[in-house]
């Protein structure tokens, strides 16, 4: 059965994570594992002992204990049905939720929200998993909520049961990554969401900005980028003929198109050179999604 990996430490980002993964779980027909990793605290130490009290650590263990059990139980009662399994590890981080999802379809962690400012504000952690990751990442922020996903209903209101927002796909013509833009398709297929691709790019420097690029022939370099989109998604419109697919080659920074794409969307999908063995990198583009959308951000590794 595909897994889907959480990382649960209590806080309102992850408990957000956590709600957003088994719905995904649910959409998926795979189980749910909450992962919590826990290191010793700098009040858990006696310096005069030169070590970790058992007694503190113990009940930090018992704390996560509780926690976790807390989560499944809310989450089980949301999502009947919904496998879910806990687990607990001593170590750092980022290095205990990356080797718990090397054997997963996708690890979902949480940032912190910038209050009223549409966005995230990732942590080192996230940072780190995203960067390394060789399995999708999705960073959910706080405050994210089921109807957040859908369109208003007839008055305005959120709602659960109106159609799903669109999956929005940022795509690099240079090197689409053909995981990357599988894992868009199926995404708007299981929510049954149009599609909206985009691609960034910068004109030739003899050309300008503005209507020169829709009409005469300035136009045609435009074309030829309008051309290639279309050519590099044809084959994933007939593997998803029931996905609708709306593709747009803006000019300008594709991150900044991105984001102003999020405040539609349900999930923001995003791909990530995976350069694991340099220590990982996140491109300018997938950076500026992480740091300002306002909609879940799926990071997919690629070749």
């Known amino acids: 059965m595909p897994t889907i990996i959480v990382g649960l430490d209590g806080s309102p980002q992850s408990l957000a994570a956590a709600d957003w ?4 779980a649910r959409q998926r027909e795979a189980s749910l594992r909450l992962v919590h990793a826990w290191e010793p605290q700098p009040h858990a130490y006696v310096p005069l002992a030169g070590s970790f009290t058992p007694a503190a650590i113990e009940e930090e263990h018992e704390w996560a204990g509780q926690m976790l ?26 290095a205990v939720l990356l080797t718990a999802a090397e054997d997963a379809d996708l ?72 995981v990357v833009i599988r894992f868009a398709f199926e995404a708007a297929q299981r929510r049954a969401a149009d599609l909206r691709v985009l691609h960034g790019w910068s004109p030739p420097p003899s050309h300008g900005y503005g209507a020169a690029f829709d009409s005469g022939p300035d136009a045609e370099p435009a074309e030829q980028v309008r051309h290639r989109l279309a050519e590099v998604l044809q084959p994933w419109r007939d593997k998803f003929p029931d ?27 995003v791909g990530r050179r995976n350069r694991r063995a340099l220590g990982g990198h996140i491109g300018p583009v997938t950076h500026a999604a992480l740091q300002h ?11």
Do not use: C, M, W
Request: charged letters at 20%.
């Open 293 to 303: 959308a306002s909609a879940p951000v799926a990071v997919v590794p690629r070749d």
């Open 21 to 24: 993964a088994a719905r995904e």
């Open 69 to 94: 059990r807390e989560a499944e139980s809310r989450l089980a009662k949301s999502h009947a049905g919904l496998r879910i399994t806990t687990v607990q590890t001593a170590g750092p981080p980022a």
């Open 107 to 178: 690890l979902v962690l949480g940032s912190r929200g910038l209050g009223g400012v549409a966005g995230f504000l990732v942590g080192s952690v996230a940072l780190a998993a995203v960067a390394r990751s060789r399995r999708p990442v999705v960073l959910v922020r706080a405050g994210e909520h089921a109807a957040d996903e859908h369109l208003p209903d007839g008055t305005g209101a959120a709602s659960t049961d109106t159609p799903y927002r669109d999956v929005v796909l940022g795509l690099d013509l240079e090197n689409p990554g053909e």
């Open 243 to 269: 996905v609708q697919v709306h593709e747009q080659a803006v000019v300008g920074s594709a991150g900044r198109h991105l984001v102003h794409a999020s405040r539609d969307a349900a999930l923001v999908v």
